[in-house]
């Protein structure tokens, strides 16, 4: 099996949980002046018992190919712009790791100072004409937004490798 199948296959069992979930809310009880949905009180209780056991057994299977999912990331390697990276490191990357970067970058923004400018300005605080206060910048925003694309760039490798990844690799300890 594909990693991309047994992705699929989760989202199947999710899927499934649910509705066997929806069918136990609406099995687990009847009122005392209807029939049961399935004639009997008895049957009723039976097919309520055999959807849990279908939902703790979709657990198990969700489990399992989890397990064989996380394993497989975790030994496949691949190799973008020269470094060698796990598919588990790339998937944290692009889940998580990706925004760290994004967020340091887009924080280099004057935003705090010039409120901060305008704050004094609006203080009526005494402004050397000569020299009024102004914002400095210790960054250059070509820097800034070569990071960021660059940063950007790598994402699409990712999403790109990913794709093939999933599309080809069989399972491990599957």
Request: proline residues 3%; hydrophobic residues 35%.
């Amino acid at each position: 099996m594909k990693i991309i199948e047994a992705l699929k296959n989760l989202q199947i069992i999710q899927k499934r949980i649910d509705k066997n979930c929806q069918q136990i809310r609406e099995y687990c009880s009847y009122l005392n002046v209807e029939v049961p949905a399935f004639e009997t009180p008895e049957r009723q209780k039976q097919e309520v018992d055999s959807l849990i056991q279908a939902n703790l057994d979709l657990e198990k299977e969700y489990l399992r190919l989890k397990l064989a999912i996380e394993h497989t990331n975790l030994i496949t390697k691949v190799t973008i712009g020269g470094f060698v990276y796990t598919i588990s490191e790339l998937v944290s990357i692009r889940r998580i790791v990706g925004k760290f970067r994004t967020n340091t970058y887009a924080s280099l923004d004057p935003s705090v100072s010039v409120r901060r400018l305008q704050l004094h300005l609006s203080s009526k605080a005494n402004v050397d004409p000569s020299n009024p206060p102004k914002v400095i910048n210790l960054y250059k925003e070509e820097y800034k937004n070569i990071h960021l694309r660059e940063w950007e760039n790598f994402i699409a490798q990712i999403d790109g490798t990913l794709e093939v990844v999933n599309a080809t690799v069989e399972l491990s300890n599957y």
